[in-house]
């Protein structure tokens, strides 16, 4: 499998990524400046979290229009694979590859802390080392992580099971109380509609290896390896 992870000035999460994609892979994925126009042949693209522009104007607006991102589309649309991390699941929203937006949480504070997620759909390329209803452990770190799309579009989600991961409790309960930011639903990652595309507020790249405190993240990386080698 060859991956790319993409460097937005502002990326600070692409180094998290790029270590954790090695530990699966066993190979070193290519880094790859937003001016660029060009990407390197690549069955993943990761579009990492951090901070992109800054976050001035609105959270990934300014890095949708990134030169690269002309050609991560292109390829998404015929077929890579494309994982969008924290800021880069509000960058992938902007450009269009996934339906929604990520609002301001629903506190107005930035919220740093683990989480607990119900798999809600195991049959993608992202998935397939979970199982429908697992509740894994992942960190979050974002301000605006809240989910919105109108009632239609989120309601033909649901049916299509576009909806990937849902905010719970330790015991997989989906309720109000388990919700950080808001998110519609309690999503916190949803596929676009082939399910080549993964956005995700949390960051399985952040507890990827037992010395991080958890490997419930790993298992992503190793389904993309298992599924794109």
Not at 125 to 130: I, P, T, V
Not at 150 to 166: L, V
Not at 205 to 212: T, V
Request: aromatic content about 8%; hydrophobic content about 40%; charged content about 25%.
């Amino acid at each position: 499998m060859n991956a790319a992870v993409i460097v937005f000035p502002g990326s600070n999460c692409d180094r998290d990524v790029a270590v954790a994609l090695e530990a699966s892979m066993g190979t070193k994925p290519a880094m790859v400046w937003h001016r660029d126009t060009e990407l390197p042949e690549a069955d993943l693209v990761v579009v990492p979290g951090g901070f992109s522009y800054g976050d001035y104007l609105r959270c990934g607006a300014m890095a949708a229009h990134s030169p690269i991102m002309r050609e991560v589309k292109a390829r998404a649309e015929r077929g890579m694979r494309v994982l969008g991390i924290c800021n880069g699941f509000q960058i992938l929203t902007e450009a269009g590859l996934l339906p929604g937006v990520l609002m301001r949480n629903r506190a107005l504070k930035f919220i740093c802390r683990d989480v607990f997620l119900r798999v809600e759909n195991d049959r993608s390329d992202f998935c397939r080392y979970y199982r429908a209803g697992d509740v894994v452990r992942f960190p979050i770190a974002h301000a605006e992580g809240n989910y919105f799309v109108d009632p239609h579009t989120y309601r033909e989600m649901e049916d299509n099971g576009q909806i990937a991961f849902r905010y719970c409790g330790r015991d997989g309960n989906v309720d109000a109380e388990a919700n950080p930011n808001g998110s519609l639903g309690n999503v916190a990652g949803v596929y676009n509609d082939r399910f080549n595309v993964l956005g995700l507020m949390p960051h399985p790249e952040r507890l990827a290896e037992n010395l991080l405190g958890g490997s419930d993240g790993k298992l992503m990386f190793d389904s993309l390896v298992e599924a794109l080698s």
